[in-house]
């Protein structure tokens, strides 16, 4: 069983920056291919980054060059670096893990950018 808890969100203004953190439990986690995915009000979950157990790292084309994705095997932690946060960036964001046909997700946490 993975467990995963997000923290870091929170109101922003545009051109702001957060930086979300996944905890994640489970003796595996080095080997585990993490993704951070968002869902706006009335739209589906998207995938946002992920990063591999290697450290290699995707991005959807929205948030490449404002977004990095990190990971910290000792802490079993994965990072979302935000910057320049416009208001479209404005969703719950969730930390996501898959095994087999298994998903896994956090709560999420909110993050909201306006003036």
């Known amino acids: 069983q993975v467990q995963l808890v997000e923290s870091g969100g929170g109101l922003v203004q545009p051109g702001g920056s957060l930086r979300l953190s996944c905890a994640a439990s489970?003796?595996?986690?080095?080997?585990?291919?993490m993704r951070w995915y968002r869902q706006a009000p009335g739209k589906e979950r998207d995938m946002v980054a992920l990063?591999?157990?290697?450290?290699?790292?995707n991005y959807a084309v929205s948030v490449k060059g404002r977004f990095t994705i990190s990971r910290d095997n000792a802490k079993k932690t994965v990072y979302l670096q935000m910057n320049s946060l416009k208001p479209e960036d404005t969703a719950v964001y969730y930390c996501?893990?898959?095994?087999?046909?298994?998903?896994?997700w956090g709560q999420g946490t909110q993050v909201t950018v306006s003036s």
């Open positions: 990063i591999t157990s290697d450290g290699s790292t």
């Open positions: 489970g003796s595996t986690f080095s080997l585990m291919l």
């Open positions: 996501n893990f898959d095994r087999g046909s298994e998903r896994y």
